[in-house]
């Protein structure tokens, strides 16, 4: 059975809207590595319709080795208002999410990596379908914006990884304590 790893970037205030305000300044060889890294035993990406087109923006004119990476994954994107996922090796979900994650968890092979933080996010974990929670605390006060969690049931969690980055970022990785 594959693990579903949430990963998201986060300001040392919660916010997880519109990184690109405050966590590119923190991005630097020593993270694009470490993230590379984090990557080594992900096959797939799992993105509700936003994240995709942010990525799908923004990854195909890059040449990092991160962004070679990016590129070449199997992509399974959750909408049900795109009509096409054009990036390449992307798949259009447009079924039940819950469904379709159980079932590509299920099967076996390389881990599963969930970017974003939006209802699909919020369904996995409604429905104890993330394995891990990787987050990537930045050390800003970004002031505004879209909080990590919307509201919702308890889940305790247990530390599994800390890892602190040149630029103060500070990986944390945790496991739901209950299955």
Same mark, same amino acid.
């Given at each position: 059975?594959?693990?579903?790893?949430?990963?998201?970037?986060?300001?040392?205030?919660?916010?997880?809207?519109?990184?690109?305000?405050?966590?590119?300044?923190y991005?630097?060889a020593?993270?694009?590595?470490?993230?590379?890294h984090?990557?080594?035993d992900?096959?797939?990406?799992?993105? !509700?319709?936003?994240?995709?087109?942010?990525f799908?923006?923004?990854?195909?004119?890059?040449?990092?080795?991160?962004?070679?990476r990016?590129?070449?994954?199997?992509?399974?994107?959750?909408s049900?208002?795109?009509?096409?996922? !054009?990036w390449?090796?992307?798949?259009?979900?447009r079924?039940?999410?819950?469904?379709?994650?159980?079932?590509? =968890?299920?099967?076996?092979?390389?881990d599963?990596?969930?970017? !974003?933080h939006?209802r699909?996010?919020?369904?996995l =974990?409604?429905? !104890?379908?993330?394995d891990?929670?990787?987050?990537?605390?930045?050390?800003v006060?970004?002031?505004?914006?879209?909080?990590?969690?919307?509201?919702?049931g308890?889940t305790?969690?247990?530390?599994?990884?800390?890892?602190?980055?040149?630029t103060?970022?500070?990986?944390?990785?945790? =496991?739901?304590?209950s299955?």
């Amino acid at each position: 059975m594959r693990k579903v790893i949430q990963s998201v970037l986060v300001s040392a205030d919660g916010v997880v809207s519109d990184p690109g305000q405050w966590a590119l300044d923190y991005r630097d060889a020593g993270v694009e590595k470490d993230t590379l890294h984090r990557l080594g035993d992900i096959g797939s990406m799992l993105l !509700g319709r936003g994240t995709y087109q942010l990525f799908a923006a923004t990854w195909p004119g890059q040449t990092s080795d991160f962004a070679a990476r990016m590129n070449s994954m199997r992509k399974y994107v959750f909408s049900s208002s795109l009509d096409r996922a !054009g990036w390449a090796n992307s798949t259009l979900v447009r079924g039940d999410a819950v469904t379709e994650v159980t079932r590509l =968890r299920e099967q076996d092979g390389p881990d599963l990596v969930l970017y !974003g933080h939006g209802r699909l996010a919020q369904a996995l =974990r409604e429905h !104890g379908l993330i394995d891990e929670f990787r987050f990537a605390i930045h050390p800003v006060l970004a002031g505004r914006g879209q909080l990590l969690f919307q509201a919702g049931g308890k889940t305790p969690l247990i530390l599994i990884g800390a890892e602190t980055l040149g630029t103060g970022i500070v990986v944390l990785s945790y =496991r739901p304590a209950s299955p």
